[in-house]
């Protein structure tokens, strides 16, 4: 069965999308809206068929006949889009964050409640493999009794982006919304609970500061702290950094429990490295009887590394989507995950900014 996809958003994780969709079989690029006309003309010279073009995603809608949508537009029009595209009633693979701030989140879930379209919301974290094994292990009980959730992102600046719209709050969500709710995501789903307290401490230290648009200085954080309560007694932390490109890892996903640490170490993407190559993630199991560690290297085909910045995650995430599209069922990251990651994303910022923990009650996501 071919699946025919309508791109919305074709900058540099649109592109990587459409590299990554090239490789699911019976998958099949038909149109693709994106406003700005060196962006569109890139996306277009990846996609092996004739493709429609559109400078506007409301064009798209009315001559499209995808059976599924993909958004991977800026962030500030995440919820102007998807409220068009749920009317349509086709299945919607759209960007982390699914939105930037309450008001959209409201919005958004009451409209979603009406119509039942099928979100899934594009979390990669969650499939890359060294991270997949890891929930894996937990779900079968290798950690022993869940404690403590440790995340530690040590990174490169944001990129440039058309538009400079991931230099400010009022158009990304803040970094950690825009960059965090990956691992808020990974946390609730890694410790089958609901926040309820979050304390953070933050700024920007470093970044940006020396750059100025239309007059505006860039206001978004580089570096934090973040703890949090979970319902169920787990505690766990993330650690952000934007400004250490040199760590061998970026992301290093930890949890420890009664009777183990587990742990997936992920390198950044290849070609920032000084030899441009892609070092392999590791999976790490230390047991707290052996007192040692074992670290597995998780390798991926080279030919998926190939085709985008998140370690293979994006096309092993489309490889459910599609599945979804084809054969129905539920989300594997539904619309609910992505709003409640962007709340964590946005009660950490609130704590920054007041100086103060803020209280989450459980499944009070909204108010």
Sequence with gaps: MTVKYAIIGSGMMGQEHIRNLNLVEGAQITAIAEPDAAMRAAAASLVPNEVALFGDFRELLRHSDADAFLVASPNHTHAIILDA????KRPILIEKPVVKDWEEARRIAEKAARFQTPIWVAMEYRYMPGV???LEDLEAGRAGKLAMVSITERRFPFL?????WNRFNISSGGTLVEKCCHFFDLMRLMIKSEPVRIHAIGGQAINHLDEAYDGRVP???DHSFTTIEFANGVSAMLELCMF???SHFQERVSAIGSTALLEARVPGPGRFEPDGQVKHAEYVVADRAARKEQIEVMKVDPKILAQGDHHGSTYFQHLGFNRL????GAPEVSL???LKAVAMGLAAQQSIAEKRPVELGCGNWLG
């Design 325 to 328: 599209v084809r054969e129905g």
């Design 244 to 246: 250490a490109e040199g």
């Design 336 to 338: 609910e995950d992505g």
């Design 160 to 164: 440039q982006k058309v538009g400079n």
């Design 132 to 134: 997949t094994r890891l």
């Design 85 to 88: 595209l749920i009317e349509q």
């Design 219 to 221: 206001d978004i954080l």
